[in-house]
């Protein structure tokens, strides 16, 4: 009966340990995820210039006419990938202080019966080493 039961005034270096790898599990979870944040938030930025891109040169074939379009339009170009590589047909933007190139190319099919002319838009660029691109059409009379 002459011990006393010795009382625990702190933790074990085990359960500190312990806390601090559980804490370090969940500090990289939280800054894997604020990076895929970043990447997913810089590339819909980046298609969001390129959706402004594509309307604008949409207007502007439109502002055109059917005498004022033709093959010249593309500057030796032979595909979107073709005019963003080479640089024939290239509009330069910068996304949170980065620089982005997009390439651009008007396939024109024309229907000389019926005196009109669709010109499928193509965007296109680079992101992280994978090729992307949008496009839309404007049929002009």
Partial sequence: MGKTASRRLGFSIIEVLISVVILSIVLIGLLFSILVYIRVNQQNDIRNI????????????????????????NNGSTSCQDALVNKKNIEVRFVRDKKVIFGKYFNITNN??????????????????????????????
């Fill in 50 to 73: 390129a959706n402004q891109i594509l309307i604008a040169n949409l207007e502007e074939v439109r502002s055109k006419g059917y005498s004022g379009i033709n093959p010249s339009i």
């Fill in 112 to 141: 000389n019966f019926l005196k009109i002319k669709k010109v499928k838009v193509e965007i296109c660029w680079f992101f992280r080493g994978k090729f992307h691109s949008i496009n839309g059409t404007v049929i002009v009379k």
